[in-house]
């Protein structure tokens, strides 16, 4: 029922949004002297947020073409060098630039295209070598594909690494935590060549029994097949992905902004003034900050209820239970790589000290090896987006990335 529901509130209210999107147009067509008295700002001001205001499937564009590098602009080349039916590696190539630590940024797949930490990736690329996995939307990939549960995740980060290679560090944004250390922890038992230089876990669900907060009592106190009857629906029959069952990204975004309602309501509200006022440049900010965490992706609802179940309920990965395709996964194996966290102290999605856990797990890395880095005067997006992590953590990243790229790897002991 929840796809109908959505296609029914989406035709309701598409008339409202083509007139609205009309008039916009027609009122910035006015002439200067008429376009720019109170009535017709606000009127046009009123429009475009109309116009706007509502959920889409289609993936926004990384438009990441030049960063600076070494005080000079470099052109980026956005190109796949991998694909599954699941995701695609993209390489975003600099030609001219010098060589650079190759890093590997994993993406949540957690309702919205990977394309939303694009802030992420733009600064990595100005001192990395960076690649991305870019997940699918599960509503565009036919059933014949088979489920995607975390097993299947694990396997894509596995195969991402052994594709790029030796001395490659990995970047996990907030939810793929567990699932990319997992991926690192059976590399390093395998002694697989491929195990990365170093590890980053980002605002990333290790063990959500440390200072739980509203997320995951949420998860803690419904069953698993309650998420399954009122949160996940089948894919319809006009979309490439029918019958596939899968957790709406329509639903998560609905979440997401019911956490904050406040927050989302002053920020319309400075839009409008911003519109009104003729600020463009905040109002374009504004603007392009919801017209991407609008864009949603439908997640594989073997992936979505594995995680509550795993990783919010249960917390295998933090009492050692954690299996991949029943097979124990032990952190306590990974010694060649370097591991940091980071963590946002105003994070009300994913709380201080449920990422830093990860250190207490991981005992075969040596201390001088570990760093926990928590970014004061942040929530969760200011983890990996905005002025602070651009000023403030990044760096911090860079630093460790350089510091692990430098140094020698112990020999395999397990």
């Not at 709406?248 to 956490?259: C, D, E, I, K, N």
Request: overall charge neutral.
């Amino acid at each position: 029922m929840l796809y109908t529901a959505y296609e029914i509130n989406r035709r309701a209210g598409a008339p409202v949004v083509a007139a609205s999107e009309l008039t916009a147009r027609a009122l910035h067509a006015l002439p200067a002297p008429l376009a720019r008295t109170p009535g017709v700002r606000h009127v046009r001001a009123a429009c475009d947020i109309l116009a706007r205001a509502r959920p889409t499937h289609h993936r926004p564009a990384y438009d990441i073409d030049v960063v600076p590098v070494d005080g000079r602009d470099a052109e980026v080349v956005e190109h796949p060098t991998l694909r599954t039916p699941f995701a695609t590696l993209l390489h975003f190539a600099k030609p001219s630039a010098p060589p650079q630590p190759r890093v590997l940024v994993v993406g949540p797949m957690s309702g919205h295209f990977t394309t939303l930490i694009q802030p992420t990736i733009r600064t990595l690329l100005s001192d990395h070598d960076v690649h991305v996995v870019d997940w699918h939307n599960a509503r565009d990939i036919p059933a014949e594909h088979g489920p995607f549960g975390l097993d299947e995740y694990i396997e894509h980060v596995m195969q991402a690494l052994r594709f790029l290679g030796p001395d490659t560090h990995v970047v996990a944004v907030c939810q793929p935590a567990v699932p990319v250390l997992s991926a690192v922890a059976l590399l390093a038992e395998a002694d697989d060549p491929a195990q990365p230089r170093s590890v980053t876990l980002m605002a990333g669900p290790v063990d959500t029994r440390v200072n739980p907060n509203r997320v995951n009592t949420s998860a803690a106190t419904r069953s698993i097949s309650w998420f399954e009857r009122r949160v996940v629906d089948t894919v319809p029959r006009w979309y490439p992905g029918h019958g596939r069952r899968v957790y709406p990204g329509v639903v998560q975004l609905t979440a997401f902004m019911s956490m904050n309602p406040t927050r989302h309501l002053t920020a319309h509200a400075r839009l409008y003034r911003d519109l009104v006022a003729g600020n463009t440049a905040a109002a374009a900010t504004t603007r392009a900050f919801y017209d991407e965490y609008g864009a949603v992706m439908d997640v594989p609802a073997e992936f979505y209820l594995e995680t509550v179940a795993r990783i919010f309920q249960q917390h295998d990965f933090a009492r050692g239970r954690f299996t991949w395709r029943g097979r124990r996964v032990d952190p306590g194996a990974i010694r060649n790589t370097a591991l940091l966290t980071v963590e946002g102290a105003n994070d009300d999605i994913c709380s201080p000290g449920q990422t830093e856990a990860a250190h207490a797990l991981c005992t075969g890395i040596p201390a001088e090896h570990k760093r926990h880095h928590l970014q004061a005067g942040v929530g969760h997006y200011g983890v990996f987006s905005g002025s602070r992590w651009e000023a403030e953590v990044h760096p911090v990243l860079r630093d460790f990335i350089a510091s692990a790229g430098s140094g020698e790897r112990t020999a395999s002991t397990g």
